[in-house]
C-alpha cells in the first residue's frame, strides 16, 4: 500500500494538471540552479528522488532548469554591478580616510595608508631601495687590498641573500 501511494504521490506531481506538481517541479529546477544535489533537492520539495530526476530530465524540465539558470546568471550581474557602483562611490571617501591617516602620529598607520595609496596607484611594491650617492668617491686612494674587500661587500650586498 505504502509503494502505491508513493507512486500516486508521484503521478501527481508530474501531471500537467496537478498545480501542485506545477509548482514543486518549478521550486525544484529553482533548487537545482541553486546547486542543490538531487537529494537535498527532493527534500525540500518534498518528493522521491526519482521525481526530481524525471523532472529535471524532462524537456519541460530541462527547458525550466535552463531558464532559472538563466535567471540566477542575472541576479549575480545584476548584484555584481551594484557592488562594483557602490565602491566606486565610495572611493573617493576611503581614498581620502587614507590620505588622513598619511599624517597619523602613530608610525604603524601613516605606514599602512601610504603602502596602501602607492599600490592603488600602480606603483609596483618594491623591498630594494635604490639610492644614488651624494657625494663622489676617490677610489684612487685606497690599496688594491681595500679595493677587493669593497668589491667583495658591493658583490655580497647584491645578492638577495
Known sequence: MG?????????????????????????????LAEGLTVTATAAAVGVNRDTVRVWRDSPAGQLELDAARKARAAQFADAADQARRILREAAP????????????????????A???LLSRTGLPRTTKVE????????????SDA???ALDELLTLARRDG
Open 114 to 116: 601610504a603602502e596602501a
Open 93 to 112: 571617501k576611503a581614498a581620502q580616510r587614507l590620505v588622513t591617516r598619511l599624517g597619523s602620529k602613530v608610525p604603524f598607520e601613516a605606514i599602512t
Open 146 to 148: 681595500q679595493r677587493a
Open 3 to 31: 509503494k502505491k501511494n508513493s507512486t500516486t504521490t508521484q503521478q501527481n506531481l508530474t501531471q500537467p494538471g496537478s498545480r501542485r506538481g506545477e509548482d514543486a517541479r518549478k521550486a525544484a529546477m529553482l533548487l
Open 131 to 142: 639610492t644614488s650617492p651624494e657625494e663622489e668617491y676617490d677610489l684612487s686612494k685606497l
